[in-house]
């Protein structure tokens, strides 16, 4: 019967372990191709690897070719008789181009692209070996031909990123950033309204708790939505090209918004607990910075547990709905469940500032 040289490939790669150890070095999944890209996109895998129906028949022209040419060559095609040449396999023409698509703004990526082209190169050449040895072991003159004649491998940027650059990538993370920093200036001003006993005033006057951080809450996210459109208009200016036109600016700028809000929010939260100016610029400084790498701005983690656990920080989804939106040209449909995330993550860190601040700065005296 016919042997499926596709399963047996990815046979292979689900074998293979590191050395020394049994752990395996690839978790394959299969999935359609729009599910592929789907999981790709929220980076719970490192690349798509797409074999093509024509795989096993490409094999099989290799070693027909691969035969054909080892026995043939110590004579010469011309000179072996025909009805020798009858029984000889016929060289084949079917060829296969595996495609392996992946995000260059993954560290990860890099590595696991050259694996899974070594290993397909070992691959190829493994079969020419075998084919020789079964057929031919003792007969000189192995064919010089390239066997990726036959089975080629092909790198791409994932759909709609054909022409996208590293900064691309990594213009979405820069926005983020440009955010969390915000958080430094919000605790230094909501710390300065207590240290100025600008508060102590204000306890006496009708004005309520909620009016007051409703209002600074107001203020702020007008001050993060121009800082949302600084920084793109400077990435824009730095060569960042997004994806989507104008729906996916107008969305991303929206995002961006929201997410300066959650940055608002933990400044708010640091400014309670902050006992003068100088600590909360200190603790501003001490919980944005290290958040930037923990929600991947600067480094992509690998699929896991982490990646689960960073996933209830509203950066993180953030992060990961700019990403789809600008890089990837996602619609509102496909990235509705990072935007949904992203809004109650905010919206609990958010209360959580108000009543932390209320009940430690508000309270009167």
């Given amino acids: 019967g016919e042997i499926n040289l596709t399963d047996l490939k990815m046979q292979i790669y689900e074998e293979i372990v590191y050395e020394n150890s049994s752990t395996n070095m690839f978790t394959l999944s299969n999935a359609t191709a729009e599910e592929a890209m789907d999981l790709l996109k929220d980076q719970n895998i490192v690349c798509v690897v797409?074999?093509?129906?024509?795989?096993?028949?490409?094999?099989?022209?290799?070693?027909?070719?691969?035969?054909?040419?080892?026995?043939?060559?110590?004579?010469?095609?011309?000179?072996?008789?025909?009805?020798?040449?009858?029984?000889?396999?016929?060289?084949?023409?079917?060829?296969?181009?595996?495609?392996?698509?992946?995000?260059?703004?993954?560290?990860?990526f890099g590595a696991v692209q050259s694996m899974v082209i070594g290993i397909m190169n070992a691959y190829v050449e493994g079969v020419k070996s075998e084919a020789i040895v079964d057929i031919a072991g003792d007969i000189p003159g192995i064919p010089t031909s390239s066997a990726m004649e036959y089975i080629e491998?092909?790198?791409?940027?994932?759909?709609?990123?054909?022409?996208?650059?590293?900064?691309?990538?990594?213009?979405?993370?820069?926005?983020?950033?440009?955010?969390?920093?915000?958080?430094?200036?919000?605790?230094?001003?909501?710390?300065?309204?207590?240290?100025?006993?600008?508060?102590?005033?204000?306890?006496?006057?009708?004005?309520?708790?909620?009016?007051?951080?409703?209002?600074?809450?107001?203020?702020w996210t007008l001050f993060a939505g121009f800082q949302v459109l600084i920084l793109f208009a400077v990435a824009v200016a730095l060569g960042f090209n997004w994806a989507g036109g104008s729906t996916s600016l107008?969305?991303?700028?929206?995002?961006?918004?929201?997410?300066?809000?959650?940055?608002i929010s933990l400044g708010m939260l640091i400014a309670a607990f902050a006992k003068n100016t100088e600590q909360a610029s200190s603790l501003g400084t001490l919980v944005s910075i290290p958040m930037s790498f923990v929600i991947g701005v600067f480094i992509s983690f690998p699929p896991g547990l982490f990646t689960k656990v960073i996933a209830v920080l509203p950066w993180r989804q953030g992060l990961?709905?700019?990403?789809?939106?600008?890089?990837?040209?996602?619609?509102?449909?496909?990235?509705?469940?990072?935007?949904?995330?992203?809004?109650?993550?905010?919206?609990?860190?958010?209360?959580?500032?108000?009543?932390?601040?209320?009940?430690?700065?508000?309270?009167?005296?």
Avoid at 190 to 202: G, I, N, P, Q
Avoid at 332 to 349: D, G, K, R, S
């Fill in 320 to 365: 990961l709905s700019l990403h789809e939106v600008l890089t990837y040209g996602s619609t509102l449909e496909e990235v509705a469940p990072n935007i949904t995330a992203l809004v109650i993550e905010t919206a609990i860190l958010f209360a959580a500032g108000v009543i932390a601040f209320s009940r430690f700065r508000l309270k009167a005296e």
């Fill in 153 to 219: 491998v092909e790198t791409e940027n994932i759909a709609g990123t054909g022409d996208s650059s590293i900064f691309d990538y990594f213009a979405p993370g820069i926005m983020v950033f440009g955010l969390l920093l915000g958080v430094i200036a919000v605790a230094e001003s909501m710390a300065k309204m207590v240290e100025d006993h600008t508060l102590s005033r204000l306890k006496i006057s009708m004005m309520n708790s909620f009016d007051l951080l409703f209002g600074s809450l107001l203020s």
């Fill in 250 to 263: 107008i969305l991303g700028l929206l995002v961006g918004c929201v997410v300066g809000i959650a940055c």
């Fill in 50 to 108: 797409t074999i093509p129906p024509t795989f096993s028949e490409a094999v099989e022209s290799l070693i027909n070719t691969t035969v054909r040419g080892t026995l043939t060559s110590a004579i010469g095609e011309g000179a072996i008789p025909p009805e020798i040449g009858a029984q000889l396999p016929d060289s084949g023409k079917v060829t296969a181009q595996v495609l392996i698509q992946g995000d260059q703004s993954y560290m990860t």
